[in-house]
């Protein structure tokens, strides 16, 4: 069989190259490959490979260093007089040969691992590339014959910082391009001189693969073939001054397991299971529903435990105790666990330590088909510093303010973004909806919005300055927070968001279309977590309750703007951190005494206006405070363990509280509406005792009373509401001094008859005895 003659540099056809021989030992193969080089039956003529015009040195050295912005142009077939020149930059290689149809041909060593020639033929091919290393030889595909992978359309939405699926247009996408199989690489860096993809697949040496420049977008582009999923990269960029830093993808969306920082190119082979929770979860809007959270750290709450792992135990274990929703503690890439996740690198990828994107996915799923909510916690407040990351990624402040004094962040050392410019703004909007979409998440809890809100914040006098109208709000953290929320809820029908707001910013939870007193429009948030009250209620059951009486308003203050906001009552990590104990080691007292106001407080909690949010370990009363290394103190939970009946009983009482809870609307349906509280009591000072009555949308009540005093007390009249006659009877639908709880089971076994005696400006009343340090719950039968 003739074989296709080797077109050598020299000009004249190689007598000596004999038929196709084997691959020589070691030879590599791409995922593409298609077998040997096509032979051309017949012969392919005997004129050599002439060299091709040589590169101006300028644009040669730009491309060398990495600087060159159109690599493209220099790199790969194009026409030419007298032919079409192919040239090709692969360092250390021995030689290159061109395999066309009918077509071999061995290109011109340049030096520096440049290889060119002027191949004898009248169009562009089709060509693939034979690479030949010390003792290795591979076929590939040229990257640089490609046509750009990324369209106009993304690149205008990307420019107008308005693309809404922006994590479909940049960071590394496996598809077929061209008929050919490989990964697309894209990120924004516009000030760079210049961008090369390296990676475990060129031995981390990106100078055969400098990336294009897409124009004015910022955005550089490079579609590798045969590179598919798990291929571990970075880009190696070119800073303004020359110098080169090598960075992390910022829209990676899996990582290595810190503290390794290389970007992994992904996709997604998870099926959904979920359709039933997906299609309903916004039937009923959220503050008019049971909204029950249980907060949970990911990687502490059953230390080892991946998310599939997780995926067995953590929804079994939240229905059981009856939550609606688990809230997760950030859950996107960090470097630093201590952290807790909330120094995000890696915005657009769940921590590998727990496991890949579809095992998290996983997890969602599985609570979903549990009917259980999944909210996360959302860090688009400021970033750490690494210099592998965000910070002056493209070496000028890009994702940062251009403001030093506007970028440090002067409590975490970290650095805040530009709200300001429409890129990085589009950064952060895009991957609100990103975990909405992709991961199925039902909402989103914003870390430290105070923090973004006021220019002022943590800063003296001299260190801020106000904006164009003379003031402290930050103009454009306030857009940002609006263009977010309305583009998560417009594209995520049932979803929350909800804000960690510790001021008294007005309309947090009001539409943003909405303007106030103040001349804002309202944040747009679904919730706003209640700082004031949980402050103000943990400072009151601290007291001993001989001085309690002298704190009754901070368990009445709440009341006041109950329904200013969309509220939600926090008791989160922070509170049994850094030496703030507990909740049950908060309560003063012996151990009886400390269980009891715990127990006593979670009633109060959970019959007060707005939605609950309870952190691992307090379910059951853990005395220390949480470790992020040990988490929950699950063996207190043990049956071989003396006081394991002490902390079952208060978590029994939290899957009762959330069971009634949820079965009564009087507690959840008119959170925001006044409509749905009514003081009965609030002012019993001297008896540390408090009484209100909840209402769902009928006027159907339940009466909540909760003693703060470590005494019974008998013959204690309590005003009621005439609404099944003069005559109803109260009975109790829980009571946290139940002995299945660890209480002294002070309780009525029989329903409360009403009487004909006015109190607290009611005609009827009942008469009670009030279990200490304890709450009761009681409906009219």
């Not at 004249?12 to 051309?40: D, F, I, K, Q, V």
């Not at 290689?93 to 077509?103: D, E, P």
């Not at 943003?512 to 400072?539: A, E, R």
Request: glycine share 10%; with cysteine; net charge negative.
């Amino acid at each position: 069989m003739p074989h296709i003659p080797l077109l050598t540099p020299a000009g004249t056809a190689s007598p000596a190259a004999p038929p196709e021989p084997a691959a020589p030992t070691g030879r590599t193969r791409s995922s593409g490959e298609r077998g040997a080089p096509p032979r051309l039956h017949g012969g392919a003529g005997s004129q050599g490979v002439r060299p091709a015009r040589p590169l101006d040195d300028h644009d040669r050295a730009r491309l060398l260093h990495g600087e060159h912005h159109a690599p493209h142009d220099l790199l790969g077939a194009h026409p030419a007089r007298g032919g079409v020149t192919i040239r090709v930059l692969r360092p250390t290689a021995r030689s290159v040969t061109v395999l066309a149809k009918g077509l071999r041909a061995r290109l011109h060593d340049d030096g520096d691992g440049l290889f060119s020639g002027l191949l004898p033929m009248p169009s562009l091919p089709e060509y693939r590339l034979l690479v030949a290393y010390e003792g290795d030889e591979i076929e590939v595909h040229d990257p640089y014959r490609f046509l750009p992978a990324l369209g106009e359309f993304d690149l205008h939405l990307i420019g107008e910082g308005r693309h809404e699926e922006l994590w479909t247009a940049l960071g590394a996408h496996p598809l077929e391009h061209q008929g050919v199989a490989g990964t697309r690489f894209t990120v924004w860096a516009p000030d760079a001189r210049g961008v090369r993809v390296t990676g475990d697949f060129n031995y981390w040496d990106g100078t055969g693969f400098p990336m294009r420049s897409l124009g004015a977008s910022g955005v550089w582009e490079l579609f590798l073939p045969a590179i598919g999923e798990g291929t571990l990269y970075k880009f190696d960029i070119c800073r303004p001054d020359g110098s080169h830093t090598t960075r992390a993808d910022p829209m990676a969306r899996r990582t290595e397991v810190p503290p390794a920082t290389a970007s992994i190119v992904t996709a997604s082979h998870h099926a959904w299971q979920d359709q039933e929770w997906m299609a309903h979860r916004g039937d009923v809007p959220v503050h008019r529903a049971p909204f029950s959270v249980y907060e949970v750290h990911l990687p502490s709450w059953r230390p080892g435990l991946g998310y599939r792992e997780l995926a067995a135990q953590l929804p079994a274990y939240v229905k059981e105790l009856g939550f609606t929703h688990v809230e997760m503690m950030p859950v996107a890439e960090h470097p630093f666990g201590g952290s807790w996740g909330y120094q995000v690198t890696g915005f657009y990828a769940p921590t590998s330590r727990l496991g890949t994107p579809d095992d998290f996915r996983f997890l969602v799923d599985a609570l979903h088909r549990a009917g259980i909510g999944v909210i996360v916690d959302w860090v688009p407040a400021h970033f750490p510093r690494d210099d592998w990351a965000l910070a002056e990624f493209d070496g000028r402040p890009m994702y940062e303010h251009s403001d030093p004094s506007r970028a440090a962040h002067p409590d975490w050392g970290t650095l805040e973004f530009d709200y300001g410019r429409k890129e990085v703004r589009n950064f952060l909007v895009a991957n609100a909806t990103y975990w909405c979409e992709e991961f199925h998440i039902d909402g989103l809890r914003v870390d430290a919005v105070a923090s973004m809100l006021y220019l002022d914040y943590s800063r003296e006098d001299g260190q801020w300055s106000p904006n164009e109208h003379g003031g402290r709000e930050n103009l454009d953290a306030v857009a940002f927070l609006q263009e977010m929320n309305a583009t998560v809820y417009r594209r995520n029908p049932g979803v929350v968001t909800i804000a960690e707001e510790s001021t008294a910013w007005n309309g947090v939870t009001r539409a943003t279309h909405h303007v106030g007193p103040d001349g804002f429009g309202g944040l747009g948030f679904g919730l706003k977590w209640n700082m004031g009250w949980m402050h103000d209620s943990l400072q009151y059951v601290s007291k001993e309750p001989v001085h309690r009486k002298y704190h009754h308003n901070e368990m009445t203050f709440s009341m006041v703007y109950a329904y200013s906001e969309n509220y939600i009552l926090p008791i989160s990590h922070d509170e049994v951190v850094h030496g703030k104990q507990a909740l049950v080691s908060k309560m003063p007292g012996d151990w009886w005494q400390r269980r009891a106001n715990h127990r006593a407080y979670l009633g109060f909690m959970w019959a007060h206006p707005g939605k609950q949010l309870l952190f691992m370990g307090q379910e059951f009363a853990q005395g220390a405070e949480w470790s992020v290394e040990d988490g929950p103190e699950w063996w207190l939970l043990d049956p071989a363990y003396e006081w394991e009946g002490d902390h079952r009983g208060v978590r029994t009482l939290v899957g009762d509280l959330n069971a009634v809870y949820t079965a009564t609307p009087a507690l959840w349906q008119l959170d925001t509406d006044p409509e749905g509280f009514d003081w009965v009591d609030g002012g019993a000072t001297e008896d540390n005792a408090f009484a209100f009555l909840r209402y769902d949308a009928h006027g159907s009540p339940l009466l909540a009373v909760s003693n703060f005093s470590p005494v019974v007390r008998h013959d204690y009249r309590i005003g009621v509401p005439n609404v099944l006659g003069d005559r109803a009877a109260w009975a109790e639908v829980l009571n946290t001094d139940a002995a299945r709880y660890g209480g002294s089971d002070v309780h009525h076994p029989e329903p409360l008859k009403a009487e004909r005696v006015s109190a607290h400006g009611r005609p009827g009343s009942i008469v009670m005895t009030l279990p200490p340090l304890a709450t009761v719950w009681l409906k009219p039968v």
